[in-house]
């Protein structure tokens, strides 16, 4: 590897450790905002509580048990206008 090869992968590197992190801030803060429903939700099939998680940078809570899941108003008009 030549050094501008060498320059281009550290470049490359640099742009992915900070869009990991943007990513991880992202869920995080989805996270929060999930966690601040007053009421626990639980799966109609199973009546399991449902744990909140980012799917697809979405704010879910999802059934442990593979069931389904639930978004909220704001995270299903940003599913919907993804098409
Ligand atoms: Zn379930």
Redesign the pocket.
């Known amino acids: 590897m030549d050094e501008k090869d060498r320059f281009g992968q550290k470049i490359h590197d640099r742009e992915k450790a900070h869009e990991d992190q943007w990513a991880r801030q992202r869920d995080q803060e989805l996270l929060d905002k999930l966690r601040k429903h007053p009421a626990e939700l639980h799966?109609p099939?199973?009546h399991?509580l449902l744990k909140p998680e980012t799917v697809a940078g979405l704010a879910v809570m999802r059934?442990a048990?593979g069931?389904g899941g639930w978004l909220d108003h704001e995270n299903l008009a940003k599913l919907t206008d993804r098409k």
């Open positions: 799966c099939q199973c399991a059934c048990h069931h």
